[in-house]
């Protein structure tokens, strides 16, 4: 369910006509790109599990097996990266409705992806479409005519800024990414890669950075990093 500062994502009508038909339904996506508001929103109906929380993470980590049995097998796991054991453990015995957000590493996805009955989702950055507020409609089911029209100063914005939403607009661009990044390394290097050179993967970051519209030379990459 909406509310009416919310933007529409276009990928929300496709999810809507298309979930009922999936007992897994997984939400991916870019880091803070929207994923758990958008899979919030959608279905709001079922408890959430957010697996940040210590107490519930604790239980998925240690007791894969007995997760489902204290919340429910209707549910909805944010953070489903912290605990990917869990996917081993789904019950398969009746009849379930689990909606998983996160980002899975390969091997984990592919276990969802050998499933029948589940289905994954990519969630994008905010498009222009989606800032404009215009009308959000089921991916492929009409053609779109394609059109040419000079840049708008909005499209410049968000070229510069970028398409993350921000949870609030008087947020300046610096102290955004700088969030961003900070939440990006907490959640996704030390708790989904466990990367373990944190210093060097962070100079790594930055050089890909610098070398954002150049051609790519991952040996001048490794020197630098």
Not at 117 to 132: D, F, W
């Amino acid at each position: 369910m909406y509310s009416s500062n919310m933007i529409a994502r276009t990928l929300a009508s496709t999810i809507s006509l298309e979930s009922d038909a999936y007992d897994i339904v997984m939400i991916e996506g870019m880091h803070q790109s929207g994923k758990s508001t958008l899979a919030s929103a959608l279905f709001h109906h079922l408890p959430c599990v957010d697996l940040c929380d210590i107490h519930p993470r604790n239980l998925a980590t240690t007791e894969p097996k007995s997760f489902f049995k204290v919340y429910g097998d209707h549910l909805l796991i944010d953070h489903i990266e912290l605990a990917p054991q869990l996917l081993d453990h789904i019950p398969q015995d009746r009849e379930i409705k689990l909606v998983l957000v996160g980002n899975l590493l390969p091997a984990d996805r592919q276990k969802l992806l050998d499933r029948e009955n589940a289905k994954i989702y990519n969630l994008m950055p905010i498009s222009q479409r989606e800032y404009r507020g215009a009308a959000a409609e089921p991916f492929a089911q009409k053609p779109v005519p394609v059109t040419m029209s000079y840049p708008q100063i909005q499209l410049l914005d968000t070229i510069r800024n970028g398409a993350l939403p921000r949870p609030t607009k008087q947020m300046t661009t610096h102290a955004f990414y700088e969030s961003w990044l900070a939440s990006f390394f907490d959640q996704v290097v030390r708790g989904t890669l466990r990367v373990a050179k944190e210093l060097q993967f962070f100079r790594y970051l930055k050089a890909l950075a610098e070398a954002n519209m150049t051609e790519l030379n991952h040996y001048k990459l490794s020197e630098i990093a």
